[in-house]
């Protein structure tokens, strides 16, 4: 979808059985200490079908990324369950730690990589915290959003 007009992602997306129409968001999961496998991949696609966020997924940069769209339970006022895909994703895999970045909501495929920058922005500072494992929602991240990367706690803190 990247560099896609929209017309062409909707038709594209409809070919792989997937409906673009309505919010989504790309969601990107790995391993703290090691690339993806198709074992993550695997974990990450049943388990956003079960909940309903779509079954779009891909792997880039040793991660696998998940277009995902809101469940159709889901109000629109209310986020999609970021938290229970992370922890369903974990119950199912026993290898390491697992950790989802996810970027803020598209209306339409040309801003997938907004969304796509920003899930990458909330695994960085996901993958800076002490404790291994979780999920980092990017409107969520406050006063983080705006600081370079690097920035560690103590120094936003000051």
């Known amino acids: 979808m990247v560099g896609a007009d929209n017309e062409g992602a909707f038709a594209r997306a409809r070919e792989l059985g997937h409906d673009l129409d309505g919010g989504h968001w790309m969601v990107g999961t790995q391993y703290r200490d090691q690339p993806a496998d198709g074992a993550l991949a695997h974990a990450v696609e049943l388990v956003a079908g079960s909940l309903w966020l779509g079954q779009l997924t891909g792997r880039r940069s040793g991660m696998v990324l998940l277009v995902a769209r809101r469940p159709t339970d889901c109000a629109a006022d209310e986020d999609p369950p970021w938290r229970e895909l992370y922890s369903d994703v974990s119950l199912r895999l026993v290898r390491s730690a697992v950790e989802i970045g996810v970027g803020g909501a598209c209306e339409a495929p040309v801003e997938v990589p907004r969304s796509w920058f920003q899930a990458l922005r909330a695994m960085t500072i996901r993958q ?28 936003a803190e000051l």
């Open 128 to 155: 800076a915290a002490r404790t291994p494992g979780g999920v980092r929602v990017y409107d969520e991240l406050g006063l983080n959003r705006f600081l370079p990367e690097g920035t560690r706690q103590r120094e």
